[in-house]
């Protein structure tokens, strides 16, 4: 069932709303996920916040980080968790971490300033089906030779539910089930499981959400009636054009008739 039609209380960590709030609210498990995902430890998080948002122009696209936070100031890190399988993931990932890149560098500071950055993305689903793998970690590389990493500090992996292969640890395994909708089976996944639930059971959270629903409902609604009105005036416009190429036909008609009966009438001058 789509997350958006569900009720409050049977809302998944794989909701994005859930999952910022759990996150946010729990920072050893944000901390213990990051570290189970990126197999590196984290000592100290640093400015951790759900939903942060980026303006990268006044008039240009933001964007709006499900959970970003910094470690020891010396690597950043945003965490997603994305709900819809769709073709623009990859370029996305891409923006995300060009606009965390642009936000934390000073117009004035040195490129060698530049925080290590670490976008995940959170899928209940497998990007690469083709290949099937449970965790995909991309780095940019050397076409020449793959063994040759462009050390530029930045990273982005994709946690993906519906591997087939047996990549990663049965602590990963345990989590990506869960993330699958299968019961907790490991220490970390039931802590996540019992703050999900005490989420689930916050009135001020649940009026949040419901409040957002309706925010998107507005907005989808505005759309909706925003698009009717150009599609009616496109009606109208091809009404218009419709009826003018009727009267242009019946004009053409009309001089193809006149030039017949003006050559005939001729034809008839000339006999005589």
Not at 20 to 46: A, F, Y
Not at 125 to 152: C, Q, T, V, W
Not at 204 to 226: C, F, N, P
């Amino acid at each position: 069932m789509n997350n958006e039609e569900t009720n409050y209380e049977e809302l998944t960590i794989t909701n994005n709303f859930i999952f910022c709030k759990v996150m946010q609210s729990n920072p050893d498990l944000c901390k213990q996920l990051v570290e189970l995902i990126t197999d590196r430890k984290i000592h100290h998080m640093v400015g951790l916040n759900g939903e942060k948002t980026i303006e990268v122009t006044p008039d240009g696209k933001g964007i709006r980080l499900d959970v970003y936070f910094e470690d020891d100031g010396s690597t950043m890190y945003d965490v997603e968790m994305q709900v819809e399988s769709n073709r623009n993931l990859a370029r996305r990932s891409r923006f995300y971490q060009n606009t965390i890149d642009s936000q934390a560098l000073e117009k004035s500071s040195d490129y060698i300033k530049l925080l290590d950055s670490y976008v995940i993305f959170i899928c209940p689903f497998n990007i690469l089906p083709k290949y099937g793998y449970h965790l995909y970690h991309f780095r940019p590389r050397a076409d020449e030779d793959p063994s040759i990493i462009l050390e530029d500090g930045t990273s982005r992996i994709f946690v993906c539910a519906n591997g087939k292969k047996d990549d990663v640890s049965d602590e990963m395994k345990a989590f990506l089930n869960y993330l699958g909708g299968k019961l907790a089976q490991s220490k970390l996944t039931s802590q996540i499981d019992e703050a999900v639930k005490i989420a689930r059971r916050n009135s001020k959270w649940r009026s949040e959400y419901m409040l957002s629903k309706v925010d998107i409902d507005v907005l989808k609604g505005e759309y909706e009636r925003t698009i009717a009105k150009k599609d009616a005036v496109i009606s109208e416009q091809s009404q218009a054009l419709s009826e003018k190429d009727q009267a242009l036909s019946e004009m053409n008609s009309r001089i193809a008739e006149l030039e017949a009966l003006i050559a005939n009438l001729s034809g008839k001058d000339n006999q005589k």
